[in-house]
């Protein structure tokens, strides 16, 4: 004799099915803040594709839709992170997060309360190590960022790109 007979089977299925849906017909969702666990060498950074494995140069950024449900992204290197975010629909955001891993001990800061440190080995080779105190020449997130830019511009440029080359009409660096 079977060990569930038909309707059993079928209640306990349709039971399954409305607590699996019932989260989003409720609203529930994630709508945690902060940083999340990262599954170290299993997660792929959302703009470059490499794995996070660098523990003291990863960031995530938590973006929320309209009904305050969060999701978050990982990143490897704070660079990534920052031109990811440019690039979204909303980047400015206000309940937009980022955070940064402190380039010495892999604890999470607010990154845009962090204070950067040039001359880092960073995954992506942009070169920052945050920190949650301030110290010489550290710079703040703005200059950080610009900084950032800096060394994508310069990493892009058509002398280093052939792809970006030929797509701004300077063909004669790609022969």
């Keep these: 004799m079977p060990m569930f007979d038909r309707p059993s089977l079928s209640a306990l299925l349709t039971l399954l099915i ?5 989260p989003g017909l409720t609203g529930c969702g994630d709508k945690g803040t902060g940083p999340t ?15 996070l494995s660098a523990r003291n140069y990863a960031a995530q950024v938590r973006l929320f839709d309209a009904k305050g449900v969060s999701t978050p992204h990982y990143f490897d290197d704070i660079g990534c992170a920052v031109i990811w975010l440019d690039n979204q629909p909303s980047p400015q955001d206000p309940r937009t997060e980022i955070w940064v891993n402190d380039w010495r001990n892999g ?4 990154a845009r309360r962090a204070y950067y440190l040039k ?18 020449g550290a710079l703040d997130f703005a200059a950080a960022k610009s900084h950032i830019l800096a060394v994508e511009a310069r990493y892009n440029a058509p002398v280093f790109n052939p792809q970006a080359a030929s797509e701004h009409g300077h063909s004669h660096l790609t022969q």
């Design 18 to 22: 409305i607590l699996g849906v019932q």
């Design 37 to 51: 666990a990262v599954k170290w060498d299993r997660i792929a950074c959302e703009r470059c594709r490499m794995v």
């Design 107 to 110: 604890t999470w800061l607010d």
């Design 119 to 136: 001359g880092k080995e960073t995954p992506m080779q942009y070169g920052l190590g945050a920190q949650a105190e301030f110290a010489p």
